[in-house]
């Protein structure tokens, strides 16, 4: 008995240590490791990731807090669960209540803000986060619907759907679903996001989907026959490439509407890399202008493709050679959108800061309007999925 104890006691042993060795030789984790310690340092207040001058509940910074906990939960180094602790207890009160949201407006970008939740309530059980969570689900029960049935972007776009909002509601709405056992029928309603969505946005002679669809047909930036914004955004199809990946953790694997994303997922996938620069690795801020006056490659909406390759080949939905696609790009990505500065942190370069359509000032949509957007380094918006893309590519 003592000599069969022993031997399990080493197989035990030896297994912890090819599992620390695995982590220590994986180029992936460094890779999550450089920029996720890099963020901390240029921004010490997670708060400040967007660049703003005061707190305010959004989707970026809840996506850079997704994925330092993401990372906490592969190295256990508590300083990522401090820094997302800190920023968790000034935004989340005792009572569920959330600094500076405000459910009445109805912007589903605010409903993205809260996914981290999810995840540090595994770790944390504080019932403060379960509240929370419970309170930005509400708002999905009456923000505004098109007539068809899939949410508007904002209250303040009237009749839109936009890529981007995938994102922000869908993957959040069906974890919500799966954990906290809401009526399984409302999976229907996630699912109907994306069909529709897919059907209202596809351009059926590239592949692509266009940034936005107006159901009025009354913005000026709409075709008044197709109800389409006039141009494919990078960063849109981004947003919506890992919406898809990420809804399947939760959607049940009998839904019949779970066929029809892979498909969607598949197609979209293929047709983005007829647009990559193969140098690069990267894509360009108007994908299917390669190479025109003034277009440049564009470091958020190719780590968010890359994101979305290495977990849908991963999980089976797209093909094993994606895997390779997957790591290749990332490899050429970190030699063309990487760089260390004086202090030896990390930046990201190449990421447009925003882009949009309609608001004021006006957003027209035009191809001019896409290149003319200020890029910057260090944009939450790709350093969250460049973390969490690395985090999935360790795992291949």
């Given at each position: 008995?003592?000599?069969?104890?022993?031997?399990?006691?080493?197989?035990?042993?030896?297994?912890?240590?090819?599992?620390?060795?695995?982590?220590?030789?994986?180029?992936?984790?460094?890779?999550?490791?450089?920029?996720?310690?890099?963020?901390?340092?240029?921004?010490?207040?997670?708060w400040?990731?967007?660049?703003?001058?005061?707190?305010?509940?959004?989707?970026?910074?809840?996506?850079?807090?997704?994925?330092?906990?993401?990372?906490?939960?592969?190295?256990?180094?508590?300083?990522?669960?401090?820094?997302?602790?800190?920023?968790?207890?000034?935004?989340?009160?005792?009572?569920?209540?959330?600094e500076?949201?405000?459910?009445?407006?109805?912007?589903?970008?605010?409903?993205?803000?809260?996914?981290?939740?999810?995840?540090?309530?595994?770790?944390?059980?504080?019932?403060?986060?379960?509240?929370?969570?419970?309170?930005?689900?509400?708002?999905?029960?009456?923000?505004?619907?098109?007539?068809?049935?899939?949410?508007?972007?904002?209250?303040?776009?009237?009749?839109?759907?936009?890529?981007?909002?995938?994102?922000?509601?869908?993957?959040?709405?069906?974890?919500?679903?799966?954990?906290?056992?809401?009526?399984?029928?409302?999976?229907?309603?996630?699912?109907?996001?994306?069909v529709?969505?897919?059907?209202?946005?596809?351009?059926?002679?590239?592949?692509?989907?266009?940034?936005?669809?107006?159901?009025?047909?009354?913005?000026?930036?709409?075709?008044?026959?197709?109800?389409h914004?006039?141009?494919?955004?990078?960063?849109?199809?981004?947003?919506?490439?890992?919406?898809?990946?990420?809804?399947?953790?939760?959607?049940?694997?009998?839904?019949p509407?779970?066929?029809?994303?892979?498909?969607?997922?598949?197609?979209?996938?293929?047709?983005?890399?007829?647009?990559?620069?193969?140098?690069?690795?990267?894509?360009y801020?108007?994908?299917?202008?390669?190479?025109?006056?003034?277009?440049?490659?564009?470091?958020?909406?190719?780590?968010?493709?890359?994101?979305?390759?290495?977990?849908?080949?991963?999980?089976?939905?797209?093909?094993?050679?994606?895997?390779?696609?997957?790591?290749?790009?990332?490899?050429?990505?970190?030699?063309?959108?990487?760089?260390?500065?004086?202090?030896?942190?990390?930046?990201?370069?190449?990421a447009?800061?925003?882009?949009?359509?309609?608001?004021?000032?006006?957003?027209?949509g035009?191809?001019?309007?896409?290149?003319?957007?200020?890029?910057?380094?260090?944009?939450?918006?790709?350093?969250?999925?460049?973390?969490?893309?690395?985090?999935?590519?360790?795992?291949?």
């Open positions: 008995m003592r000599l069969a104890t022993t031997i399990a006691a080493l197989a035990i042993c030896a297994t912890v240590s090819l599992t620390a060795s695995a982590k220590k030789d994986n180029k992936y984790i460094d890779w999550a490791e450089k920029v996720a310690q890099s963020e901390m340092k240029h921004n010490p207040e997670l400040r990731a967007d660049f703003v001058k005061k707190p305010k509940w959004d989707y970026t910074q809840g996506l850079v807090a997704l994925a330092i906990t993401e990372m906490y939960k592969t190295t256990k180094d508590t300083a990522y669960l401090n820094y997302v602790t800190e920023f968790k207890d000034f935004f989340v009160k005792e009572d569920g209540s959330i500076t949201y405000k459910l009445e407006t109805y912007n589903i970008d605010r409903v993205n803000g809260g996914k981290f939740l999810f995840a540090l309530y595994d770790i944390t059980k504080e019932e403060k986060l379960m509240k929370a969570i419970c309170l930005l689900r509400k708002q999905l029960d009456t923000h505004p619907r098109m007539k068809c049935g899939v949410f508007w972007h904002k209250k303040i776009y009237p009749e839109q759907v936009w890529l981007d909002g995938l994102y922000m509601g869908a993957p959040f709405y069906a974890q919500f679903i799966k954990r906290c056992n809401e009526d399984k029928a409302k999976f229907d309603d996630v699912a109907k996001q994306f529709l969505a897919d059907s209202l946005t596809l351009d059926k002679a590239t592949g692509l989907n266009w940034h936005a669809y107006d159901d009025a047909r009354q913005q000026p930036w709409t075709d008044k026959v197709t109800g914004s006039p141009n494919f955004w990078g960063r849109s199809m981004g947003w919506y490439m890992m919406a898809m990946v990420d809804v399947l953790d939760y959607l049940p694997k009998s839904h509407s779970r066929k029809t994303i892979i498909a969607n997922l598949n197609r979209l996938s293929n047709a983005l890399l007829k647009y990559q620069d193969k140098e690069s690795g990267l894509w801020q108007v994908p299917n202008f390669p190479g025109r006056e003034g277009n440049y490659l564009e470091s958020s909406c190719s780590i968010m493709f890359i994101y979305a390759f290495a977990k849908g080949a991963r999980k089976g939905y797209l093909p094993k050679e994606f895997k390779t696609i997957a790591k290749e790009s990332f490899d050429k990505f970190t030699k063309s959108a990487t760089i260390t500065n004086a202090d030896g942190t990390t930046s990201i370069t190449k447009c800061g925003v882009a949009g359509l309609g608001g004021t000032p006006y957003r027209s035009t191809y001019e309007y896409y290149i003319g957007e200020k890029q910057r380094n260090d944009d939450p918006k790709v350093v969250g999925p460049f973390i969490l893309a690395a985090l999935e590519l360790s795992k291949l």
